[in-house]
């Protein structure tokens, strides 16, 4: 990893010590333990749901810039990402990969990584407008929008997003559509945590609390998405009077479920499974081979008499 990285993981790892350190060991232990085998089979099928729509959303941002991504394949390489994100440390390893991997197989690498940034970046939009609905009255939203107000009349960034909306036109409403359905899917998984946890609040409180978290997680500074989500997780519970140990717990169970969810990337990862993936996946195409001349048959002088 680059020096960047390291610190970046470094930092996700002195969030999680302050948390553990000031709340002791009992969220986390009860956070795990509140993971049943109902528990595990919801994750799983929220998963299944968010995994094929990212993986939707992935192969219009592909298609867009001309390369070709079947769903399944998409789909294969993104729940191998998401088990690669929460396993390894800085959590978008498994994204490096699967652009890397796509573009090769597509014979532009280049274009692989923009398409990978270019839906990412789209789900993080969509998250960014449902933060601004329902947290805009919080002055740590009116902060976060201030900065991206200030940051936007800058040349690059103005040429960035309208890059981005170019190669996305046609097929915006599309990918903003999948993008809402990924996010109701994480926040759906959220409540259920919630729940799990013992919170008791209705779905309304829970809502703002589970974008908070959502957006801390974006926050590159983590260990497999473990870090800025638990310290806003007790934070936000405390705030709303549930209780910053039950906010804890609840980011606790949440990041077992997203791992539980991610499960079937490693599946994907085994020798067999992997390789009829890569038969599904998109190749190079390679010019034809020029074809031999075709020689006239040989016909033998007849012997003369």
């Avoid at 610190?7 to 790892?13: D, E, I, S």
């Avoid at 002195?14 to 350190?21: D, L, Q």
């Avoid at 109902?38 to 192969?59: K, N």
């Avoid at 989500?229 to 990041?255: D, I, K, P, W």
Wanted: net charge positive; proline share 6%.
């Amino acid at each position: 990893m680059t020096r960047g990285a390291v610190l970046r993981v470094a930092a996700g790892g002195a969030v999680v010590g302050a948390v553990a350190w000031k709340a002791g060991a009992a969220p986390f232990a009860r956070g795990v333990r509140a993971v049943d085998g109902t528990a595990v089979a919801a994750a799983l099928l929220v998963g299944l749901a968010t995994t094929v729509a990212s993986a939707g959303r992935w192969c219009l941002v592909a298609r867009r810039l001309g390369l070709r991504l079947p769903l399944a394949a998409a789909t294969a390489g993104y729940y191998r990402a998401l088990f690669l994100n929460a396993v390894l440390p800085a959590g978008v390893l498994g994204d490096v990969h699967r652009a890397v991997d796509h573009g090769r197989r597509s014979g532009d690498v280049r274009r692989g990584l923009r398409a990978v940034l270019l839906e990412r970046a789209a789900g993080q939009a969509v998250l960014l407008v449902a933060a601004a609905a329902l947290l805009i009255t919080r002055p740590v939203t009116l902060l976060v929008l201030t900065a991206c107000a200030a940051a936007l009349p800058s040349r690059r960034v103005r040429g960035a997003l309208g890059r981005a909306a170019a190669d996305l036109r046609g097929a915006r409403a599309a990918v903003a559509a999948l993008s809402a359905a990924v996010l109701a899917g994480h926040v759906a998984m959220f409540v259920l945590s919630a729940r799990l946890a013992g919170a008791s609040a209705p779905v309304t409180a829970l809502l703002p609390v589970a974008v908070l978290a959502l957006l801390a997680m974006a926050v590159p500074a983590n260990i497999g998405g473990w870090g800025p989500r638990e310290a806003v997780t007790a934070s936000a519970f405390g705030a709303a009077g549930m209780g910053a140990a039950q906010g804890l717990t609840a980011a606790v169970v949440y990041g077992v479920l997203a791992l539980v969810a991610s499960l079937p990337g490693l599946l994907v990862l085994l020798p067999g499974v992997s390789a009829a993936c890569a038969r599904t996946a998109p190749r190079r195409p390679t010019a034809p081979r020029p074809s031999s001349p075709v020689r006239p048959p040989r016909v033998s002088a007849p012997h003369s008499g």
